[in-house]
C-alpha cells in the first residue's frame, strides 16, 4: 500500500511540479534583459487553457497524429518515473537502458505524429529534430555507461552515485550540452522563435491544437525536468546526504539548472546549422573521457577513489566490462 | 682541440661574412673556408686525436670516413661559389655567404658529436641555416620550396628530438643512468629498456630519414632541389643527407647494442628498397632536370639504406657510396644548375638543345648521368656493386633483384629525361640569353673536377680510404 | 601531487581537442598559447625541492610558448590582414574525432612501455604522444600558415611534455634545446610567412602548388 502511495506521490512530483522550470528559465531571461516577463506560472495557465480548448484536426491525418502524442508523453512520464528520488521508487537490474529506450520511444512518437500530417514542413522539422538526436543520444549513452562503469551497476539507482573527481566535471559538462540539444535550447534551437525556417522542435508540433498541444508543451518540460534531475544526481553525491539535505540540494541544483539554462540562452546566441553537430561531438567526447577515466582513471589518480576502495558491488556483470 | 678547430673555423668564417663591409669581395670568403677546413681535416686525418673518454664531440673511426668527403665537397663547390656569385651581383650575398660557412661548420659539429642531444642540436641548426639558402633566388617557387622544406624537415627534426628522449628514456629506465653519448648507450646495451629503445629507433628513423629523404618523407627534396641554386643542391645532397645518415649510422649501432639490430636492419631495408621503387617511379615521369636529380638523390638514400641494412660489408659498402654519390651528384648539380642559367627554365619543353647553349656543361651532365646511374668505371658503380655483393653475401636475393631492378628503371627513366634535355634544337627565348650566359673555367672546372674524383674513386680506389671505410664499419656494428 | 600534475596534463590535453575543433585562428592561437602556459607550469609541480634551473625551464617556457610566440603570430595576423576564418582540408568534426582517438590510443601505448616507478601513474607519456599526433593533424589537416604554424607548436609542447621525464637525469641542454629551436624555428616561420604574404597577398598555403608533380 505504501508502495502505491509512493508511487502516486512520485507522479504527482514530477507532473505537477515539470511546467515550473520553463518559467522559471523565461524569467531569468526577463531579469538579464531588464524586463519584467511573464510569471513564473505561465505555463500552467497556457496547459489550462488549451485543456479547455477543442481539437482541430486536418482532414489527412491518421490517428497516429494524436496518438503519437499521447505515447510520447507516456513514455516521458516513465521515464520520469524510473529516476531514483531517495529510497524505493521503481528499481531493477537494466532500468538504464530501458530510460534510454523511453526517450528515444517519446521522440520517435513526436516525429512521427509531425510526419502524419504529411506537411513538408513539419517533415523537415522531424528530421532535423532526429539529426540533432542521433548525435545527442550517442552522448547520453556515453554518459549512461561512463556512470555504469564507474559504480559497476546498471541500476540508475546505484549508477547516479558518482565519486569527485576529474571525470565528474567532464560528465557534467557533457551531460549540460546534452540537456541544451535535447531540449532544443539556445545554441541549438530557439523555444521561442516562430520564424519559419529557423525552427526545429516548434515545427513539428505546429499542427497540434488543444489537449494534444498541451500534452506536447508539459511533455517538452517534464524533460527538462528528467534531463535536469539526472545531470544533478550525476553530479552531486545525493547518496551520501541525509534524505532531507539530498533533497534540498537536488531542488537547488535543478533550480540552478534552470539559471544556467537561462543564462546561456540570454548570452548565447542560436548557432549556425553546420556548427551544431560539432558542439554535439564536444559533448560526446565530453562524456567519452568521463567514461575513460572511469575506466581508466584509478591507475592515474584521476579518480580519488575507485570501485576496489568502495567495495565492489554485488554481482552485476556489465557486458564484462570491470573498471 | 683539432677537431674542435675544424668546426670554429667555419664558424668564424660566417661571422666575418657577417662582417665584411664590401658586397663584392666576400664570396671570396668561401674558397678561403673551404681551404682551410679541407687543410684541417687533412690535418685531423694525418695525426687523429687521442680519444677522450665521454667527451661529446670527437673524431672517431665514423667521422674519419665520412668528414673528408664532406670537406672535399664544399672545397669544390666554394670555388664554383666564387664564380657563380660574381653572376648573381643582383642578389645581396651576405646571408648566403654565412649560411653556407655556417653550414659546414654544423655539418662537421653533426659528423663529430658523440653525443645524441649534440647531434640533434646541430643536424637541427643545419636545417635551419639552409633555409636562408633555399630562397635565395626570391622566387615564389623558391619561397614555396623553402616553406616546404622548413615544415617537413623541422617536424622530422621535432620527431627525431622525441626520439632522442626516448632513447634517454630507455636508459633512465634500464639501468637509471642519464649519459647520452653513443659510448655510454653502447656499452649499457641490452640493459636498456626494449619498448623503449624501438619506440626511439622508430621516431629517430622517421625524424632523422626525412632530413636524409627517405621515401615516403622525401616530398620537400624535389621542390627545394628543384628550386635551389645548383652550389646548394649539391651541399645538401652530398652534405645535408650524409649528416642525417651518420646519425641513423649511429643510433642503429646503439640499437644493434640494446639486442633489436635485426629488427633496425629490416626497417632499414625495406624503408631503403622502398624509397628506391618511389624514386625509380617518379624518375620515369618528371619532367624538370632539377627535380630528377632530386629523385635520383633520394633513390641514392635508398641504396645508402639498403647498405647500412647489410652488416659489416653492406656498411663498408654504405659509406664508400656515401663519398662516390656526394661527388658524383656535385658534379651533377653543379653542371644543372649551369644548365639551368643558361636555359631560364628547367623543364624539358623549355629547356632542350642544351648541347648548343651550353657545350660543357652538358656533356659534364651526361658523363655524370651515365656515373650516377653506376655505369662503370665510375664511383657509384664499384659502389652499388658492393652493396649487391653485400645483399647476396647476406643471403637477401629477392632485395638484391629488387635493388638491381630500381636502379635499371632509375637508369631508363634518367637517360630519357637527360638526353631529351640534352639534344634537340635550343628554344628561341633560350637562345636569346645566350648572349647573357658564357661558361666560364670558374663554373665549368668544378664539375669537372667532381667528375675527375668520381673516375678516380672508381678506377683507383686508395687503400688508406678503404682503411677508413673498414675501421668505420667496424666500429659501428656491435660485436657479437 | 600527482593528481594536480595529471589534472593539468588533462587539461593540455583537452586544449588538444579545443585547438582540433576551433574554426578561427585567433581561437586556435589562444589554445596553444594556453597549453603553453599550462605545461609550462609543470616542471614545478613534478618536483618537490625548489631548483633555480627548474624554475628557470618553466618560467622561460610560460614566457616564451604562453605569451612570446602567440603575440607574434597575432601579430602576424594583424599585419598581414589575413581573414580569421580557416578552411579544413580535414573537417573539424572529423579531426576533432581523429584527436580523441589518439589521446585513447595514446593511453593504451603508453601502458605497454615500462615507466620508472616515479613515474608511474602520472599521465607525461600518453599526453605526449596525444599531442604530438594532435599537432600533426593540425600540420597536414589545415591550410593556413598560422594554423600550421600552431600546429608546429603543438607538436613542440607534446615533446616538451616527454622531455621532462628526462629534466631530472640529464643536464638541461635538451630542454634549453627545445626553447632556442623553437624561438629560432618560428622566427624564420615567421620571415617566410612574411615573404609569402609580400608574394602571393594570402596566407593559404593551398595557393602553394606550383610544384608539383
Known sequence: MSLFIDTVLRLAGWLLLAPLIPGVINKVKAWVAGRRGPPVFQLYYDLAKLWRKGVVLSHVVSPMHVAGVAVGWVALVGAAMLLPLGEGGLAFRGDAILFVYLLAVARFCTALAALDTGSAFEGMGAAREVSYAVLAEVAVITGLVALAVESGSLSLSTMLTPSPGAGVALLGAGLFIVLLAENCRVPFDDPNTHLELTMVHEVMVLDHS?????????????????????????????????????????????????????????????????????????????????????????????????????????????????? | ???????????????????????????????????????????????????????????????????????????????????????????????????????????????????????????????????????????GRAVEAAWKYLLIGGTGIALSLLGSFCLGYASLVGTGGGDLTFAALGREGAALSRPWVLAAWVLLLVGYGTKMGLAPMHTWKPDAYGEAPGIVGAL?????????????????????????????????????????????????????????????????????????????????????????????????????????????????????????LTPVSARVFAVGVFAITACPPFGPFFSELQVVRAASAAGQTGAMFLFLGCLLLAFLGLTRLAFSVLDGRPRRSADASRDRFRETAGILVPPLVFLAASLWLGLATPEWLRGLWDEAARTLTYPG | ????????????????????????????????????????????????????????????????????????????????????????LIGFIPSLLLGAAASIGAIGFAGALPLRPEHAGVLLVPGAFATVVCGFLLLMGRTKAISQVCGYLLLENGIFLFGLLLIRSTPLIVEAGILLDLTVAVFVIGIIVDRIQREFDTLDTRKLTALRE
Open chain 2, 1 to 139: 682541440m683539432k677537431e674542435l678547430l675544424v668546426i670554429l673555423a667555419p664558424f668564424a668564417g660566417a661571422i666575418a661574412a657577417l662582417a665584411w663591409p664590401r658586397e663584392g669581395t666576400r664570396r671570396r670568403l668561401l674558397p678561403v673556408v673551404g681551404a682551410a677546413h679541407a687543410v684541417l681535416t687533412g690535418w685531423l686525418l694525418v695525426d687523429p686525436p687521442a680519444a677522450v673518454e665521454g667527451s661529446w664531440i670527437g673524431f672517431d673511426a665514423v667521422s674519419r670516413a665520412v668528414l673528408p668527403a664532406v670537406s672535399l665537397l664544399f672545397l669544390v663547390c666554394s670555388f664554383y661559389g666564387l664564380s657563380y656569385l660574381r653572376l648573381r651581383p643582383e642578389r645581396g650575398n651576405r646571408i648566403f655567404v654565412a649560411s653556407l660557412c655556417g653550414l659546414l661548420g654544423l655539418l662537421s659539429l653533426s659528423l663529430q658529436a658523440q653525443h645524441l642531444g649534440l647531434l640533434w642540436v646541430s643536424v637541427e641548426a643545419a636545417t635551419l641555416s639552409t633555409v636562408p639558402l633555399l630562397h635565395f633566388n626570391r622566387t
Open chain 3, 1 to 88: 601531487m600527482s593528481s594536480n600534475l595529471n589534472l593539468l596534463i588533462g587539461i593540455a590535453m583537452g586544449l588538444n581537442l579545443v585547438a582540433l575543433a576551433s574554426g578561427r585562428l585567433p581561437s586556435l592561437i589562444r589554445a596553444a598559447a594556453m597549453q603553453g602556459v599550462v605545461i609550462g607550469v609543470l616542471p614545478l609541480l613534478m618536483h618537490s625541492e625548489f631548483h633555480w634551473l627548474v624554475a628557470a625551464v618553466s618560467a622561460g617556457t610560460v614566457v616564451v610558448k604562453g605569451f612570446v610566440i602567440p603575440s607574434l603570430l597575432q601579430r602576424a595576423l594583424r599585419a598581414a590582414h589575413i581573414d580569421r576564418e580557416m578552411e579544413p
Open chain 1, 210 to 323: 488543444g489537449p494534444p498541444l498541451a500534452a506536447v508543451l508539459h511533455g517538452a518540460s517534464l524533460k527538462l525536468l528528467i534531463f535536469s534531475v539526472l545531470l544533478a544526481e550525476a553530479v552531486l553525491p545525493l547518496g551520501a546526504m541525509p534524505a532531507w539535505a539530498a533533497a534540498a540540494a537536488l531542488a537547488g541544483a535543478v533550480l540552478a539548472i534552470a539559471i544556467g539554462v537561462g543564462l546561456v540562452e540570454s548570452f548565447l546566441a542560436r548557432f549556425a546549422f553546420r556548427r551544431v553537430p560539432l558542439l554535439l561531438t564536444t559533448a560526446f567526447l565530453l562524456c567519452l573521457f568521463a567514461l575513460l577515466t572511469a575506466w581508466k582513471g584509478s591507475e592515474f589518480g584521476v579518480t580519488e577513489s575507485s570501485v576496489a576502495e568502495r567495495g565492489a558491488p554485488a554481482a552485476e556483470p556489465f557486458f564484462g566490462w570491470r573498471p
Open chain 2, 236 to 356: 645538401l645532397a652530398g652534405g645535408m643527407t650524409t649528416a642525417a645518415f651518420v646519425a641513423i649510422l649511429r643510433v642503429r649501432q646503439v640499437v644493434d647494442a640494446a639486442g633489436e639490430g635485426l629488427v633496425a636492419n629490416r626497417t632499414l631495408l625495406v624503408l631503403g628498397l622502398f624509397s628506391m621503387v618511389v624514386a625509380a617511379l617518379f624518375l620515369l615521369g618528371t619532367p624538370d632536370f632539377k627535380r630528377m636529380l632530386a629523385y635520383s638523390s633520394v633513390e641514392h638514400m635508398g641504396i645508402l639504406s639498403v647498405g647500412a641494412a647489410l652488416g659489416v660489408g653492406g656498411l663498408v659498402a654504405s659509406l664508400f657510396h656515401v663519398w662516390s654519390n656526394s661527388i658524383t651528384k656535385g658534379a651533377l648539380f653543379l653542371s644543372a644548375g649551369n644548365m639551368r642559367r643558361a636555359a631560364g627554365s628547367s623543364r624539358v619543353p623549355e629547356a632542350t638543345g642544351m648541347v648548343w
